[in-house]
């Protein structure tokens, strides 16, 4: 098992950009695959972006395609979230998740994540 702290959080201006971390505890971080996803008020928790085990393999949500790319640091026990050219809908709480079917490509279901973190405010005004 593993214990998530999302990092990176705040309030940014549209257009602008901010990267969140998720550290990660325990020897086994490098055999999960980790994704994002956010929840704003009011909505179902979305998925944001995927990331295999050895880092090879990317997925993202259709809304941050082309804005958002995740990345891993299996030696540090990070994973990564650069949000670039944010909008105001981008406002949520960003949660890390781990995997532990580290190699599969896609998953996009919050039942496919094993274990959680916490979550960081994100916060994009006008």
């Known amino acids: 098992q593993v214990q998530l702290v999302e990092s990176g959080g705040g309030l940014v201006q549209a257009g602008g950009s901010l990267r969140l971390s998720c550290a990660a505890s325990?020897?086994?971080?490098?055999?999960?695959?980790m994704g994002w996803f956010r929840q704003a008020p009011g909505k179902e928790r979305e998925f944001v972006a995927r990331i295999t085990s050895s880092g090879g393999t990317t997925y993202y949500g259709d809304s941050v395609k082309g804005r958002f790319t995740i990345s891993r640091d299996n030696a540090k026990n990070t994973v990564y979230l650069q949000m670039t050219n944010l909008k105001p809908e981008d406002t949520a709480v960003y949660s890390c998740?781990?995997?532990?079917?580290?190699?599969?490509?896609?998953?996009?279901?919050?039942?496919?994540?094993?274990?959680w973190g916490q979550g960081t405010q994100v916060t994009v005004s006008s």
């Open positions: 998740a781990a995997d532990r079917w580290g190699s599969r490509r896609v998953a996009i279901g919050t039942s496919s994540y094993d274990y």
């Open positions: 325990g020897r086994t971080f490098s055999s999960y695959a």
